[in-house]
């Protein structure tokens, strides 16, 4: 199983990022997926996740508002827009795909990891 994040890079406070995350996971239809985040020094953070069919989504509560999570179970992946970005939006962003059924903020909820792509908000 692989899930392969992108997207990430460079850009000014107040801008904008589209991250993309596609999985090779046969069952990627039925499972929720979830977005999490990483800055350094710091623990794993919750940021979005989806449910299997797109029409429930959870939020973190430092990006609600700005950061939008959508999924397209056809082409197998999953996104993150990222509106009015801030400095401290600097991390790693992992996609991940949840156990079966399951919608969750809980990282242990998650049994497949991306390997991360970096996003910078920085003037």
């Known amino acids: 199983v692989q899930l392969v994040e992108s997207g990430g890079g460079l850009v000014q406070p107040g801008g904008s990022l589209r991250l993309s995350c596609t999985a090779s996971l046969r069952t990627f239809s039925t499972r929720p997926m979830g977005w999490f985040r990483q800055a350094p020094g710091k623990e794993r953070e919750f940021v979005s996740a989806i449910s299997a069919s797109g029409g429930g989504t959870l939020n973190g509560d430092s990006v609600r508002g700005r950061f939008t999570i959508s999924r397209d179970n056809g082409k197998k992946t999953v996104y993150l827009q990222m509106n009015a970005l801030k400095p401290e939006d600097t991390a790693v962003y992992y996609c991940?795909?949840?156990?079966?059924?399951?919608?969750?903020?809980?990282?242990?909820?998650?049994?497949?990891w991306g390997q991360g792509t970096q996003v910078t908000v920085s003037s």
């Open positions: 991940a795909a949840a156990l079966v059924g399951i919608i969750s903020r809980s990282s242990a909820q998650y049994e497949f």
